[in-house]
Nanobody, 125 residues
Framework: QLQLVESGGGLVQPGGSLRVSCVGAGRTLGTYSIGWFRQAPGKERERVSCISGVDGTIRYADSVEGRFTISRDNFKNTVYLQMNSLKPEDAGVYYC??????????????????WGQGTQVTVSS
């Protein structure tokens, strides 16, 4: 059984950077497509990025394009989300999950699996 564990969240000032991590336990992440989602209070969970385990395709939400970078380290069984130039509207709980379609074309969180517990990102001065 695959388990995903997120970490790296915290408090950062606007304009600052954070890197959140998604570590896989129980199975190798290398062939899975992994999506990063965030959820702010009172808002729906939205996908901010995804990296395909099949062909390396990477996708970003328009709101984070050019500021966030997703990557993976198969030796560490980890997927990262580097977040730069953070804005208050980037705040929320960040989750990683597996895209069963494996090509990152799917943005519906209800169709993702193996959700981690999330890591809180707060952007405030």
């Amino acid at each position: 059984q695959l388990q995903l564990v997120e970490s790296g969240g915290g408090l950062v000032q606007p304009g600052g950077s954070l890197r959140v991590s998604c570590v896989g336990a129980g199975r190798t992440l290398g062939t899975y497509s992994i999506g990063w989602f965030r959820q702010a209070p009172g808002k729906e969970r939205e996908r901010v990025s995804c990296i395909s385990g099949v062909d390396g395709t990477i996708r970003y939400a328009d709101s984070v394009e050019g500021r966030f970078t997703i990557s993976r380290d198969n030796f560490k069984n980890t997927v990262y989300l580097q977040m730069n130039s953070l804005k208050p509207e980037d705040a929320g709980v960040y989750y990683c999950a597996v895209d069963p379609r494996a090509n990152c074309s799917n943005q519906n969180p209800n169709e993702y699996h193996y959700w981690g517990q999330g890591t809180q990102v707060t952007v405030s001065s």
